[in-house]
Nanobody, 118 residues
Framework: VQLQASGGGLVQAGGSLTLSCAASGSIVSDSDMGWYRQAPGKERELVAGITSGGSTNYAYSVKGRFTISRDNAKNTVYLQMSSLKPEDTAVYYC?????????????WGQGTQVTVSS
């Protein structure tokens, strides 16, 4: 299984970006997907998650500004980010986890840099 994240870049405060995470493998539709981020000197934190059934959850700091979605036909999860703030600057990672044949699994993408300038 491979997760390929893309869509990061440099944006001014108040701007928008959409991240994409394309996943390979037949277990994608049965998996919970998420976006995490890690800023320099800080621990990795959950930004948004979406279950295999489509339920979503968000970090308090991004509620109302970010939207996570998934397209199972394309094996892709998205993170639409708007009203970006300098404190959103971080490397963003996509994550996939679940259970198959009674065995848990978890995979990470390579990360994509998001930089928000003030």
């Amino acid at each position: 299984v491979q997760l390929q994240a893309s869509g990061g870049g440099l944006v001014q405060a108040g701007g928008s970006l959409t991240l994409s995470c394309a996943a390979s493998g037949s277990i994608v539709s049965d998996s919970d997907m998420g976006w995490y981020r890690q800023a320099p000197g800080k621990e990795r934190e959950l930004v948004a998650g979406i279950t295999s059934g489509g339920s979503t959850n968000y970090a308090y700091s991004v509620k109302g500004r970010f939207t996570i979605s998934r397209d199972n036909a394309k094996n892709t999860v998205y993170l639409q980010m708007s009203s970006l703030k300098p404190e959103d600057t971080a490397v963003y990672y996509c994550n996939m986890k679940g259970e198959h044949a009674m065995l848990g699994y978890e995979y990470w993408g390579q990360g994509t840099q998001v930089t928000v300038s003030s």
